[in-house]
């Protein structure tokens, strides 16, 4: 077991770099440095009320979406952090309107970084958990400097994803496409350390995570699949569900990878011109990704997310993800509505 020999992330990754060069020297010291990050905010986070890190900012982000102030708290650790090192060409984040390249004082490096600084806003003063989101794509590499459509490739293009989790304990989930290992922060040390390895999500489950006071404006296929879940042993389904949701994104997923589940954010006819209201590039494509390599599935009720082709910077999808068997039925009920 991880804990007797305390591997640290360091460590894990050099390793994932040595066998069958699963990851480049570069790669591992950019993940490094995102890592180095997260610890900066979850320091910012701990000390809530202390830190005057509280409360709402004086502006809105690109979404129109007020900004707490810990949202542009973490967004500067992120961009500070990482764009020195020599491993980047250009970030892209939630609450930014347009890309960030890497300044000319710096040496350019192959990646592209995308990130979302603070996810699940508006639990911060509410004292739950909530997280950063980040997903490291290649340049293209026949494209001389950087620009915004580097970013557009599908999320199979991704070569590492994951979250930061700041709750009861501060958690890195992490993939490079070999399977999914969690890291928790040791504070003494400083470091965080591989508590658990080759994460599965059971294929079944009992629990599914929705807002349902948005129930009224759901699409058919949504409606009839939670209605099945409402009818409990008697109904369709012959069992009984549980309802969470924490409305903190990270927070749901987190969950699902610990236990199981189904976590949906689905299109509604408030904003029927808008696909859904997560962002493609900063939330679902690395928490499809982790889902996926954890076992489970995710789709935006038609589809194979990894598999949708971006088109702008901030677009936004309709997102079922979790227990294979739950994310499968929904997508047929899509299906056969369509």
């Not at 050099?14 to 010291?29: C, F, N, T």
Request: proline letters at 4%.
């Amino acid at each position: 077991m991880a804990q007797q020999q305390k591997i640290s992330l360091t460590r894990y990754l050099v390793e994932q770099q040595r066998a069958d060069g699963l990851i480049p020297g570069q790669l591992r010291l950019l993940l490094e440095v995102v890592a180095r990050a997260c610890k900066s905010i979850s320091q910012a986070v701990n000390k809530g009320a202390l830190g005057g890190v509280l409360g709402t900012a004086e502006s809105e982000n690109v979404q129109g979406e007020i900004q707490k102030k810990l949202d542009i708290i973490a967004n500067e650790v992120l961009i500070e952090a990482n764009e020195w090192g020599g491993h980047l060409a250009a970030m892209a984040s939630e609450e930014m309107e347009t890309i960030h390249v890497v300044p000319n004082r710096y040496p350019q490096g192959e990646y592209l970084l995308m990130f979302d600084p603070l996810d699940g806003s508006s639990n911060i003063d509410v004292n739950v958990s909530i997280g950063t989101i980040f997903s490291v794509l290649k340049k293209p590499d026949d494209h001389p400097g950087v620009q915004e459509g580097d970013f557009l490739q599908p999320g199979t293009q991704q070569v590492a994803a994951g979250y930061c989790i700041y709750g009861p304990q501060t958690t890195l989930v992490l993939t490079v496409g070999n399977g999914v290992a969690m890291f928790t922060l040791d504070r003494e040390q400083g470091s965080f350390v591989l508590t658990q390895e080759d994460i599965q999500i059971p294929v079944d489950t009992k629990e599914f995570a929705i807002n349902m006071s948005n129930m009224r404006h759901w699409d058919e296929p949504m409606k009839r699949y939670i209605d099945e879940c409402l009818a409990g042993k008697e109904g369709p389904r012959g069992k009984d569900f549980n309802m969470r949701w924490i409305a903190s994104m990270v927070a749901d997923v987190h969950r699902i990878l610990m236990r199981g589940g189904v976590f949906m954010y689905p299109w509604d006819k408030r904003e029927p011109e808008k696909a859904g209201k997560l962002r493609l590039m900063y939330e679902a494509n690395p928490m499809s990704w982790l889902v996926e390599q954890a076992g489970g599935a995710a789709t935006n009720g038609k589809q194979r997310i990894l598999d949708l082709k971006p088109t702008k910077l901030h677009e936004r999808v309709s997102v079922m993800l979790g227990s294979r068997n739950e994310v499968e039925r929904l997508t047929q009920y899509h299906a056969e509505k369509a």
